[in-house]
């Protein structure tokens, strides 16, 4: 996705949620915060933009995000059950109703054969109580893994709005 196409994107997303009166929270680790950033160089996201936290370590995820360490010992930080508690994490340390989160492996190092390079983990939480998390596999190098994970994060959140 183009940074273009990623900037209509994010404007969309965040025309969805000042039409519904929703504030949404990022918890990003692989993407460090890009979700947040192209979403706030919208001008006007602080009319549905809240806050993001950028938890890259496992104690990060544990301090901003209350994400257990029992979960991350059972799971590790890339899994979907993290993913769940990062965003469960967001709304409960946050004024927001809605919050997606996400945990990868970016490359190009730190891929195993259960976690390869690509695998990223998204979840979607809203203060009415809907969690949903998913995982996907992406190809490319670190910096499309990473690109791929915010445009997939967008468009699934849009998607969520839209029902």
Request: aromatic residues 6%; contains cysteine; hydrophobic residues 45%.
């Amino acid at each position: 996705m183009s940074p273009d196409m990623l900037t209509a994107l994010a404007a969309r997303t965040g025309a969805a949620l000042k039409a519904r009166g929703l504030m949404l929270a990022t918890a990003e680790s692989c993407t460090g915060g890009w979700v947040a950033q192209a979403l706030t160089a919208v001008a006007g996201s602080s009319d549905w933009f809240e806050r993001g936290f950028v938890t890259y370590s496992n104690a990060a995820k544990q301090e901003m995000l209350g994400v257990s360490a029992a979960t991350l010992a059972a799971h590790g930080a890339v899994s979907e059950q993290t993913a769940r508690e990062m965003a469960g994490g967001a709304l409960a340390h946050s004024r927001a109703q809605l919050a997606l989160a996400i945990t990868g492996v970016a490359g190009p190092s730190g891929g195993t054969p259960e976690k390869p390079v690509g695998m990223v983990c998204f979840a979607w939480a809203a203060a009415s109580g809907m969690l949903s998390a998913q995982t996907q596999h992406f190809e490319g190098d670190r910096e499309s893994v990473r690109r791929q994970s915010v445009a997939f994060a967008l468009q699934t959140l849009l998607q969520l709005l839209e029902r």
